[in-house]
């Protein structure tokens, strides 16, 4: 089963920013967060990943918290093509990614 | 850019058939994967590869399932005796270019049993 847990749904206005949390409680030491996207029935889609420190690229910020139990993914300006199934996974490198049912994020016109 | 491939985007077969999907991986990654989505569930780990073996497999990646890279560059998810409930969308994926660990997905292959 999936370590995380995520809002089942999320709607943004077309422009703003999109901040999805996810809380991941029970993280070890070694598993990174990762998040990726599925839009429609695409494959899914890295978008961002971090150990313990915020990183940033040119697609997303992922901010992390300090006791590192929950962590942000935020799209600075979102647009409609952002509309997509979000996944917040933690996972040991190079181990296999299970997938949660995630937060499907709605960006409104 | 970089990116895992596969083909065909989209197979009907008749049930019982075998059937192969194939998939290469981003060049020098080392690890290997196959997920399954049926629709409007989620996606679903298969199964893990590598250094020319299974290293991690899942309940669903029973008998009927087998795994192959025959020949460095190709990576095959073959189903012996398709059934109804193989119908689903295949994902390939893989990581770890011993610097960068990020999993890279393909888009897909749409298997259809009748």
């Known amino acids: 089963d999936a370590k995380t847990t995520q809002p089942p749904s999320m709607d943004c206005a077309e422009g703003r920013a999109a901040n999805l949390p996810c809380n991941h409680s029970t993280i070890s030491g070694n598993e990174y967060v990762y998040w990726y996207r599925q839009i429609h029935s695409q494959g899914p889609q890295y978008i961002i990943h971090g150990l313990k420190n915020n990183e940033t690229n040119e697609m997303a910020s992922l901010i992390i918290t300090e006791d590192r139990k929950s962590s942000t993914l935020i799209l600075p300006h979102a647009t409609l093509r952002d509309t997509a199934v979000y996944y917040c996974i933690v996972r040991v490198r190079d181990d296999k990614i299970i997938f949660g049912k995630g937060t499907r994020l709605h960006i409104l016109p | ?114």
């Open chain 2, 1 to 114: 850019e970089p990116e895992v491939t596969q083909t065909p985007s989209h197979q009907v077969t008749q049930m019982g058939q075998e059937v192969i999907l194939r998939c290469v991986p981003i060049s020098n990654h080392l690890y290997f994967y196959w997920y399954r989505q049926i629709l409007g569930q989620k996606v679903e780990f298969l199964v893990s590869f590598y250094n020319n073996e299974i290293s991690e497999k899942s309940e669903i990646f029973d008998d009927q399932f087998s795994v192959e890279r025959p020949d460095g560059s190709n990576f095959t998810l073959k189903i012996r005796s398709t059934k109804l409930e193989d119908s689903a969308m295949y994902f390939c994926a893989s990581s770890g270019d011993r610097v960068n660990a990020e999993a890279f997905f393909g888009q897909g292959t749409r298997l259809t049993v009748v």
